[in-house]
């Protein structure tokens, strides 16, 4: 595995910024509003390695495609599913895809959510807990 250098942490942290905020598979973040977060001396640095931090934003392996638009210096970038989807909604979108449904990206966020907060889920959870405990021979 290649070590990480500060252009490949800032390509991630660019990467991440793009998951976080995208509702879909597609994200655009502005390198101005990116350097907001940023100190002086991060931003020069961030400016002064700009090609190899697309570079790195291109190699990351949540991001399918990559266009850097220089003249409004903007990353957009499509990710792949999997990076996006924590477990449950990879469940989701699999178990879907079997039964012949098909979803947009923030329906399965959508469900997992209902799920995730639903109070058959917390009694699933609690009882697994009190199995596993007996299992272990832990008194409760």
């Known amino acids: 595995m290649e070590k990480l250098n500060l252009n490949k942490l800032i390509a991630n942290?660019?990467?991440n910024y793009g998951m976080d905020k995208t509702t879909g598979?597609?994200?655009i973040v502005s390198l101005n509003d990116f350097l907001d977060d940023y100190d002086d001396e991060s931003i020069n640095y961030i400016k002064s390695h700009m090609n190899e931090i697309i570079d790195a934003v291109h190699k990351n392996e949540n991001v399918a495609d990559l266009q850097y638009d220089e003249a409004r210096q903007e990353f957009d970038m499509v990710f792949y599913f999997d990076g996006l989807f924590s477990k449950?909604?990879?469940k989701i979108y699999d178990t879907a895809?079997?039964?012949g449904r098909d979803f947009?990206?923030?329906e399965i966020w959508q469900i997992s959510y209902d799920?995730?907060?639903s109070d058959e889920y917390n009694d699933l959870i609690k009882k697994h807990?009190?199995?596993k405990t007996?299992?272990?021979g832990r008194e409760i």
């Open 134 to 136: 007996l299992d272990m």
């Open 115 to 117: 799920i995730e907060n």
């Open 129 to 131: 807990i009190n199995e």
């Open 97 to 99: 895809q079997e039964i």
């Open 88 to 90: 449950l909604d990879k």
């Open 104 to 106: 947009e990206v923030d």
């Open 13 to 15: 942290d660019i990467v």
């Open 25 to 27: 598979f597609q994200y």
